[in-house]
């Protein structure tokens, strides 16, 4: 990948159905999901939408962070492919960074994993993360030339990520680049409830 410019972009558009009350409002660390997953990405300097189903609803110290947007999806509750097209209409950045908003270890050290990674690949339009041999389309960076294909998938109501990932180069990252934690998922109670161990652990460190 060619020094082009990149941006952040953090999906929270989803229903959060599985885990009863939106995802990115739980509370987590200092602050909340969305807005500790924020402060990370804008402190590896980079701009930081986020797209929300309920912007109103986001903490007020959100913004705080520099770099920070918060936009609303341009089709509700449309998934991803949704969330895609809404980051891209309101960037002018080549790349973005895009990541689901239920990543409570992603940090700036896994971040800047990934985009060193990035800089010696070639002839791609994704880069998506991989991780015990499961792909990660929301760990990933995204090419602007893919935004066409994600307008034309929500236009026609394509709305399965999957579906419209295999028309495109989706370079896979080779397995432990990152901590198998930056890209878990707190989709559910029970998930949450593990994250929140977990974090308890990590602080505890080593017995």
């Not at 797209?51 to 341009?74: C, F, K, M, W």
């Not at 800089?119 to 015990?132: L, P, R, S």
């Not at 029970?190 to 460190?205: D, N, T, V």
Request: hydrophobic share 40%; glycine share 6%.
């Amino acid at each position: 990948m060619r020094e082009e410019l990149i941006g952040g972009a953090i999906l929270a558009g989803g229903k959060s159905s599985r885990m009863g009350r939106p995802k990115d409002l739980l509370p987590w660390r200092g602050g909340s999901m969305i807005s500790e997953l924020a402060r990370e990405v804008t402190a590896c300097q980079l701009s930081c939408l986020i797209v929300s189903n309920h912007p109103e609803q986001l903490p007020a110290d959100i913004t705080h962070y520099r770099g920070v947007t918060i936009v609303p999806d341009a089709v509700p509750s449309a998934g991803p492919v949704s969330g895609l097209v809404t980051a891209f209409r309101r960037t002018t950045e080549e790349v973005l960074l895009v990541l689901s908003c239920d990543l409570p270890f992603m940090d700036r050290e896994q971040i800047h994993r990934l985009l060193d990674y990035a800089k010696g690949v070639q002839d791609w339009d994704v880069i998506a993360v991989q991780e015990q041999g499961r792909l990660h389309p929301l760990v990933a960076l995204y090419h602007r030339r893919t935004q066409l294909f994600w307008e034309d998938a929500l236009r026609q109501k394509q709305l399965r990520l999957m579906s419209t990932l295999a028309e495109l180069r989706v370079h896979e990252t080779p397995a432990g680049l990152l901590d198998p934690w930056a890209v878990f998922n707190a989709n559910t109670p029970e998930e949450y409830q593990m994250a929140i161990e977990e974090e308890r652990k990590r602080k505890a460190g080593p017995r």
